[in-house]
Every structure is written in structure tokens, then in C-alpha cells.
């Protein structure tokens, strides 16, 4: 890997895609298989995207979780009363926040988080096949950091 600076002046190598392409690329391959793998357990990528933000932070609101899963808050509104209305999650009022909601994982709803999970774990470990451990971290490292320089 070199340290060279690739300056928006600098044309790409037009034999090379760009690594915007490839990450768009893998993205669409990823949801493909995200969407036919979490169908079995009757959730949807998005749904499962809500409940493992829930598992990582503590009650965050519908907004929150709409910002995180690139939707708009009319959307999760939906998907939040329906994981609510099938007993994947529960929503608390936050003290002091007038109607805020904040939601939480119940049981059953950490259950099929962890099943999907186990699907998801099967799509990783055919994806980085041939990455090794080290080539692995590296790419999560990129990646987030990738993403935290384009975050709003």
C-alpha cells in the first residue's frame, strides 16, 4: 500500500474501477443476499438494521434509528411500530422529552436478532474467503473511516 495522495486534479487509471464503484458494487451484492437470507427469518435488512443499532446503543428514538438506516422518519415510524407491534421491541418515554420514545430489544426481539446474525456471519464468511485476518481489519478500519469523512 502506498501513501500517495490521489488529488481530485489526478485522473483515475481508467483500467481501474474506482473504489466507489467496487464499495457500491459489493454493497447491492451484500443486500442481495442480506434480503433473501433475513426473508427466512421474517425480517427485512431494514429491520434488521434497527435492531442491531438497539443492541449497540441505548434507546435511541425513531429519528435516530431513520438517520443511521438512511431512511426517512416517516419510513422507520413504520418499521419501529411494526417490530413493536410483533414484540421485537418495546418503546419507553424518555423523562423530560415530551413525547419522545425511546426503544429497547425485548427478548424475542434479541432472539431473532441473534438468528439473523447467524445468517449474516454465513454471508461474511463466504465474502472474506480468501481476506485474511489482518486485510479484514484493515478494510473495517477504511471503511469506517471512509464513511465518518462523508457523515453530515
Known sequence: MTDRVISPAD?????????SYLVFRLERYIRSRLDEALTRHGVTTTEYMAL????????????????IAFVTPQAMSLVIRDLERRGLIRRDPQPGAGRVLRARLTRKGLSTLRRCDRSVDEIEAVMFAE?????????????????????P
Do not use: F, N, Q
Open 131 to 151: 481476506v485474511d485476518d489482518t486485510a479484514r481489519k484493515t478494510l473495517a478500519e477504511s471503511l469506517t473511516a471512509c464513511a465518518r469523512a462523508l457523515r
Open 11 to 19: 485522473p483515475p487509471d481508467p483500467l481501474t474501477p474506482r473504489v
Open 52 to 67: 442491531s443499532e438497539l443492541r449497540l446503543r441505548d434507546g435511541p428514538s425513531s429519528a435516530d434509528l431513520a438517520r
